[in-house]
């Protein structure tokens, strides 16, 4: 209960602004008598909007509304102000849309202002921080990827704010793996990530494939997906030429929409059947003939050395499985993960 109270107020604060937040809303009306007044709202981006990089840089769209604006008047757009970089764009008339183009990777901020028919700045502006030029990532698995029964807290956000926790349709939240792995790509490449959690407790690979296209719906700009299905593929059955197909579609369907974007594939774990080393064949079979498609983290051999990364687990030395114990990774076990999807990412760009 403590949990869900906690997160109800970080949620509380980002929609404030209190944790940095974007900017509540003006009206949108202005009196034109009141050099103070701007009457404009920054409709895109929001604070902490991320854009997809290509080759370091990005175009950045903004939409920017007044309800009413005095004849001969007009808006100016200013990326970054205030810095070396500083850009800006000015318009007068309707629709007030504007594109950067061309934006390093890195943290921005985007402002605007009234201006006259001269270009003299005429009130306050309006500012939208944390606006992010750097990679998308989409996880697309199983309760592994959802991060079911993640049992540390301290570390569901990550640390711009851009990835929390999820919560299932018994109204459960997990941090997952993604926030922390957000945190420590960001360190090493030193630019903004969001890394987004699609994973469903339960999924195989069929059902992913089902709901692939409603996620590329929602991401389709992403420039690398993590795909982990197999665990429950294995549990049901299912035989590996029907598993690899069904890998193969999803993987279709992602570069069909996106054919740059870089598709990874771990070696899943964790029954101790054939059936998941043959998996692990038709990932290397699309692997060496697929282009943009590499090998993701080994979640496999990892785990089966660190048992205690496991939740509840209570098996003896040199054990594998017990089907009386859950196939979850605890909290330390999440924390492992998001090292080595790292690790993997790293090695591969």
């Known amino acids: 209960m403590h949990r869900f109270i906690l997160y109800g107020l970080l949620f509380s604060l980002l929609l404030t602004g209190c944790g940095g ?33 290509s080759g370091g840089a990005s175009n950045i769209p903004v ?11 007009g808006i100016e757009a200013v990326l970054d102000k205030g810095t070396p970089g500083e850009r800006s764009e000015k318009k007068f ?33 309006v500012t939208v921080d944390r606006v992010g030029v750097g990679d998308i990532i989409v996880a697309v698995g199983d309760s592994i990827t959802y991060g ?29 793996f993604e926030p922390i792995l957000n945190n420590l790509l960001t360190n090493a490449k030193g630019y903004p990530h969001s890394v987004i959690n699609e994973g469903c407790s339960g999924d195989l690979a069929y059902r992913g494939l089902d709901r692939i296209d409603g996620i590329l719906a929602k991401y389709p700009t992403a420039g690398m997906w993590l795909i982990a299905f197999g665990t429950n593929d294995s549990n049901h059955n ?14 279709a369907r992602i570069h069909a929409v996106n054919p740059s974007a870089k598709i990874f594939l771990p070696k899943v774990f964790y029954w101790p059947k054939d059936l998941v080393q043959e998996y692990h064949g038709c990932m290397q079979n699309i692997i060496s003939s697929t282009p943009n498609v590499c090998m993701g983290a080994d979640l496999e051999t990892s785990f089966k050395q660190n048992h205690e990364q496991f ?39």
């Open 63 to 73: 939409n920017i509304s007044v309800n009413t604006m005095p004849a001969g008047h």
């Open 148 to 176: 079911e029964d993640d049992d540390i807290y301290t570390d569901d956000w990550s640390a711009d704010g851009r990835n929390g926790p999820v919560t299932d349709i018994w109204g459960t939240s997990y941090g997952g």
């Open 21 to 53: 937040g974007p900017p509540a809303p003006s009206s949108g009306a202005i009196d034109p008598t009141d050099p103070t007044s701007t009457g404009i709202v920054i409709d895109t981006p929001v604070s902490r909007a991320i854009f997809q990089q």
């Open 311 to 349: 939740d509840h687990m209570a098996n003896a030395p040199g054990t594998w499985f017990s089907p009386v114990k859950t196939h979850h990774p605890n909290g330390i076990g999440i924390q492992k993960m998001a090292e080595l999807w790292r690790d993997a990412i790293l090695s591969a760009i």
């Open 238 to 251: 299912v035989s590996a030429s029907v598993y690899e197909s069904n890998l193969r579609s999803i993987i």
């Open 93 to 125: 008339g309707a629709p007030y849309q504007f594109v950067f183009f061309g934006v390093p990777c890195g943290e921005h901020t985007l402002s605007a202002c009234r201006i006259t028919i001269t270009g003299q700045r005429i009130g306050e502006f």
